[in-house]
Each structure stands twice: as structure tokens, then as C-alpha cells.
């Protein structure tokens, strides 16, 4: 078998879109250092950093899988650059979110749901919403269940859920993504609504 550290990135990217899951672990070792301190020098908080890293990766896992990955440039470059586009989408949501101008009389910013006290409605809905969502994973493949419980009820990295499952950070990131559409298929299907 040939050594997969000796491949250039484009046939690594060509033997994981051919179903070899262990080249997409040789890219994720070869670019994590170089990539992860490139967004951390964007956005100045290792937290955030960690977070589109890990988006970043997600991305790119399901670009390659959908068959969507031109390989006309550089790897290197086209995974900075979907780190670079994530890094300036959390730079516009975090300010979009701080910047309520009270100058603007056609905005109240006190006039806000969520500074209003909860009606019991609104409550009755969130507990409805959990209901369904936690009816939902339940459904799901245990492999699944296991890194959606990890990620978002123990706030645990994709590092940290590889080492505690035995699995490679790929094999993770790919069970989560399942996981997200698995569980956005059945709400479609079920006609459940997740937000109010």
C-alpha cells in the first residue's frame, strides 16, 4: 500500500473523494498548524479560532464528498480561503449583533424579544422544541447520538470526541454532519418546526 505522506494534496484529495478516508487525516495533519494559526491571527481568540477551524474542515469534507472540489488551484489556498470566508462571516454576525444604534428611532432597541420577560407560551414552545429535538436524536444511529451529545450538551471539540470514541477527527466531523441531516430530514419529514 502507498505511503499516503508521499502524495501531493490533489491525489490526496482524489483518493478521499474515492471513498480512502485515511488521506483526508494526511491532509488534516499536513495543513492543522499552518491553518489553525492563520485564523487565529485573523480573529484573536483561540475559542473562535477552534470553531472555524473545525467549520472549515466540515466544509471542505462535504465539498469534496458533493464532488464540488475544483482542483484547479492549490489545496492549501482553497482551504485558507473557505477559512478566511468563515473568519469574516463570524466578524459580520458578531457585528451585526453589538451594533444597535439608538439614534435610529425606527428600532427600540429595548423593544426586543429576547430582553421581554418569557410568556408561558413562549416557554411551552422551547419545552414542545427539546421534546422534539431530543425525540429526534434519539432516532439517530448511535454513532451518531454519541457525537451530537458530545459536541453540543458537553461542548466538546472534534480533537477531544476523536480521542474519547476511538476514531479518527474525519470520522467525527463525518458522523456529525450525518447526524445534522439525518436530523433536519426527519423534522422535514415529521413537519416538526425546531425554532420560534
Known sequence: ???????????????YASGNN????TLLLRH?????????????????????FQETFVKAITTIKQGRYNDLGKFSAWITRIARNLAIDSFRTEKSESTLSTDDTSIDILNR????????????IDLQIEDDIR??????PESQREVLNM????????????EQTGVSINTALGRMRYAILNLRRMAKDKDLVLTR
Open 1 to 15: 500500500m502507498q505511503n499516503l505522506n508521499t502524495l501531493s494534496d490533489e491525489q490526496l484529495v482524489a483518493a
Open 32 to 52: 492543522k498548524g499552518r491553518l489553525f494559526n492563520y485564523i487565529f491571527q485573523m480573529v484573536r481568540d483561540r475559542d473562535v479560532a477552534d470553531d472555524i
Open 151 to 162: 459536541r453540543f450538551y458537553r461542548d466538546m471539540s472534534f480533537k477531544e470526541i476523536a
Open 22 to 25: 485515511e488521506a483526508f487525516d
Open 113 to 124: 424579544r429576547e430582553l421581554s420577560q418569557e410568556t408561558i407560551e413562549d416557554s411551552m
Open 135 to 140: 425525540r429526534l436524536i434519539s432516532e439517530l
